[in-house]
């Protein structure tokens, strides 16, 4: 089970535990949702959330994206770390899994959902930003993601494995080595909708600008 002091790796490895259970427990809202898809194509590029909490404890919101030819789904873990703060962990079986911190989830809340609930607002983050598109400093530990709403930095807390990301920056404040490097992320994460592409797979490097120093 989930604690509020476990560590970004700590919060993985129990949310690791419990994927087959989630699985076995999305099977029949998956096969739902096809069918559905097939009378009502309206349904398409439409995200789902669904919401489970596991036998062990563990509180787990499923982003699902319904596409043409497949849906793409992103099993995300929630809790409360010891300051009361909420935190998730986007769990990839066979890529890399993303630790958000409260940071992230603050500053996104300030420029896009200031509503009071916390938990709402968590979902909002989850529902709209589902899809990441990942690179990594090749001379350093800083990991970057794309998604819908923004640009987020991090660093490797399991090099390749697991990255805890600390700072969210919206578009508008993004440098212009940033901009260009915003333009791939989206790019990945559009190509991250066929359904051929192993899911968190596609973390890239890329070179830092070298200090004028």
């Keep these: ?30 096969a739902r949702l096809q069918r559905g898809m097939r009378k009502d ?17 563990n509180n787990w919101l499923i982003a699902i994206l319904p596409t043409k030819k497949a849906l793409k789904i992103a099993p995300f873990v929630w809790y409360r770390g010891t300051d009361g703060y909420y935190r998730a962990a986007r769990i990839v079986q066979d890529g890399v899994c993303y630790h958000i911190s409260h940071h992230v989830l603050e500053q996104y809340a300030e420029r896009f959902n200031r509503t009071g609930d916390a938990l709402a607002r968590l979902k909002e983050f989850i529902r709209e930003n589902m899809s990441f598109g990942s690179e990594h400093n090749i001379h350093g530990d800083e990991v970057r993601v794309g998604i819908t709403h923004g640009y987020i930095i991090g660093t490797w807390v399991v090099p390749h494995q ?25 790019q990945q994460r ?20 070298r200090s004028a120093a």
């Design 190 to 209: 559009a190509e991250n909708l066929r359904p051929t592409r192993k899911p968190g797979g596609h973390v890239l490097p890329w070179d830092l600008p």
């Design 162 to 186: 697991v990255a805890q990301l600390i700072t969210f920056v919206d578009h508008g404040k993004l440098y212009a080595d940033q901009l260009e490097q915003m333009d791939r992320l989206d």
């Design 41 to 57: 194509k309206r349904l398409r590029l439409q995200p789902q959330l669904y919401e489970y909490r596991s036998h062990a404890g």
């Design 1 to 30: 089970m989930i604690v509020p002091s476990h560590s970004p790796e700590e919060v993985v490895r129990e949310a690791f535990r419990d994927l087959p259970a989630m699985w076995n427990k999305m099977k029949e809202p998956i």
